[in-house]
Nanobody, 124 residues
Framework: QVQLVESGGGLVQAGGSLRLSCAASGRTFSSYTMGWFRQAPGKGRAFVAAINWSGGNTGYTDSVKGRFTISRDNAKNTVYLQMNSLKPEDTAVYYC?????????????????WGQGTQVTVSS
């Protein structure tokens, strides 16, 4: 069992930055690929970014490439999502997820554990 707790969400103006954190506890954190997903009002949960256990392989959805960076610190059992140049369309609840594999998966059904989410609101 893995418990995930997100933090760092909030309200920011367009063009601003936020850094989300996801703290993991339970089974060996470094055995998991970690992902970030988001869900905007009235929409389904969508892939944002993922990073494999070593940090050597990452993936991003096209709309955030060049603006968002995913990273992890296995010593701290934490994964981060640095979000720069934020846009109103980035507004969503952001979820952290853990996938017991070394592959960077983009589908939510591939992930085994989920956090409760943190709200990100970008004003225009």
């Amino acid at each position: 069992q893995v418990q995930l707790v997100e933090s760092g969400g909030g309200l920011v103006q367009a063009g601003g930055s936020l850094r989300l954190s996801c703290a993991a506890s339970g089974r060996t954190f470094s055995s998991y690929t970690m992902g970030w997903f988001r869900q905007a009002p009235g929409k389904g949960r969508a892939f944002v970014a993922a990073i494999n256990w070593s940090g050597g392989n990452t993936g991003y959805t096209d709309s955030v490439k060049g603006r968002f960076t995913i990273s992890r610190d296995n010593a701290k059992n934490t994964v981060y999502l640095q979000m720069n140049s934020l846009k109103p369309e980035d507004t969503a609840v952001y979820y952290c997820a853990a996938d017991y594999s070394d592959d960077v998966h983009r589908w939510s059904y591939e992930y085994d554990y989920w956090g409760q989410g943190t709200q990100v609101t970008v004003s225009s």
